[in-house]
């Protein structure tokens, strides 16, 4: 199945759980339809970072071409964990797609929805905020530091460290 929910009215990144134990998604709703996409935290970071640096080194446009609406959504409401995702931009219209494909049951889905700049640079920013509220990383080798667990440190040829010993 296609889903195309079309040029969102709201985007949200979140996760749910510990820190360790935590699971991402995206959440975006447009008119009529919602969208749900979990994912692993490294594909939600890279999200994240290409957006920023997308809105960092492209200006906007000053003419931007009239957006074409089109929803082919069958479903109101759709979740699913992602297989694969990418982004793309319409320089043209200055919209950025997240494209995602999965499994709901036996199923096999496609789908996407656009969000404008404005968005785009917010949920750059939650994202980022949202993937590092987790556990806090080694000051010397940036693995991410279980509270529960003793670290040890590849840098200190195995010796553990201590996670009161952390730096920020």
Request: proline share 3%; charged share 25%; glycine share 4%.
């Amino acid at each position: 199945m296609k889903y195309f929910i079309g040029l969102c009215e709201y985007i949200n990144a979140d996760s749910i759980g510990n820190p360790g134990k935590r699971t991402f998604k995206i959440i975006a709703k447009s008119k009529s339809n919602n969208l749900t996409i979990w994912m692993e935290k490294e594909s939600l970071f890279q999200i994240g970072i290409s957006l920023a640096q997308f809105i960092a080194t492209n200006s906007e446009p000053k003419n931007k071409d009239k957006i074409e609406s089109k929803n082919l959504v069958i479903s109101n409401n759709i979740e699913f964990r992602s297989d694969d995702i990418s982004l793309s931009h319409d320089s043209g219209t200055d919209i950025f797609t997240i494209f995602s494909s999965g499994y709901i049951e036996d199923d096999y889905v496609d789908s996407s929805f656009s969000f404008s700049r404005d968005q785009a640079e917010q949920l750059s920013r939650q994202i980022l905020d949202v993937v590092s509220s987790g556990r806090k990383p080694c000051f010397l080798c940036d693995v991410p530091l279980d509270p529960e667990d003793t670290h040890l440190c590849n840098k200190l040829n195995g010796y553990s460290v201590k996670s009161d010993s952390i730096t920020k």
